[in-house]
T-cell receptor
Framework: AQSVAQPEDQVNVAEGNPLTVKCTYSVSGNPYLFWYVQYPNRGLQFLLKYITGDNLVKGSYGFEAEFNKSQTSFHLKKPSALVSDSALYFCAVRARGNNRLAFGKGNQVVVIP | GAGVSQSPSNKVTEKGKDVELRCDPISGHTALYWYRQSLGQGLEFLIYFQGNSAPDKSGLPSDRFSAERTGGSVSTLTIQRTQQEDSAVYLC???????????FGPGTRLTVT
């Protein structure tokens, strides 16, 4: 079985401050990990992925995420949040050899001007 | 280039009626997925198509749900005898055969009254 936990329903951050969105996962073997963002009334947009190699991966819009195998985590980070980053963020995991993604419930990020 | 498109964008139907939801994947994307997103929930996997292989239907919640993919391109998700609990946003995603990330359409919001 594969699953994702996003422990916080909502993350509030002041504009210009660092943003962190937490994700932990459970999967057999080595995972493929993803972050997606969903703006209101829009589909999900791909932000970044971890497949193999460097634990720190960089993605779109200045976001990055760090794969931590010992803590089974893949937290999303941005050094300086923008009001336009306010959206719903989903973490997802896929076990190698499995075709389907398991998504977390999502985190609402609110960036306060 | 053109992204994943879905139609209709909104569908209101009466309980007991059948509905068809359509997905046009990105050209060249041989993998196609259907998900369901209910309010306050994450994304629930429904079905996966890859080329000419038999689809992975393991996520379909009941035998009222079915999906087809004709000619390796367009897909239709059919829900028969709709129930109120079927109300959700239905998302389609596609992926290149040698890539890991999925690209999502804007979704169809289904409301069963």
């Amino acid at each position: 079985a594969q699953s994702v936990a996003q422990p916080e329903d909502q993350v509030n951050v002041a504009e210009g401050n660092p943003l962190t969105v937490k994700c932990t996962y459970s999967v057999s073997g080595n995972p493929y990990l993803f972050w997606y963002v969903q703006y209101p009334n829009r589909g999900l947009q791909f932000l970044l992925k971890y497949i193999t190699g460097d634990n720190l991966v960089k993605g779109s819009y200045g976001f990055e995420a760090e794969f931590n195998k010992s803590q089974t985590s893949f937290h999303l980070k941005k050094p300086s949040a923008l009001v336009s980053d306010s959206a719903l963020y989903f973490c997802a995991v896929r076990a190698r050899g499995n075709n389907r993604l398991a998504f977390g419930k999502g985190n609402q990020v609110v960036v306060i001007p | 280039g053109a992204g994943v498109s879905q139609s209709p964008s909104n569908k209101v139907t009466e309980k007991g009626k059948d509905v068809e939801l359509r997905c046009d994947p990105i050209s060249g994307h041989t993998a196609l997925y259907w998900y369901r997103q209910s309010l306050g929930q994450g994304l629930e996997f429904l079905i996966y198509f890859q080329g000419n292989s038999a689809p992975d239907k393991s996520g379909l919640p009941s035998d009222r749900f079915s999906a087809e993919r004709t000619g390796g391109s367009v897909s239709t998700l059919t829900i028969q005898r709709t129930q109120q609990e079927d109300s959700a946003v239905y998302l389609c995603a596609s992926r290149l055969p040698d890539r890991y990330e999925q690209y999502f359409g804007p979704g169809t919001r289904l409301t069963v009254t």
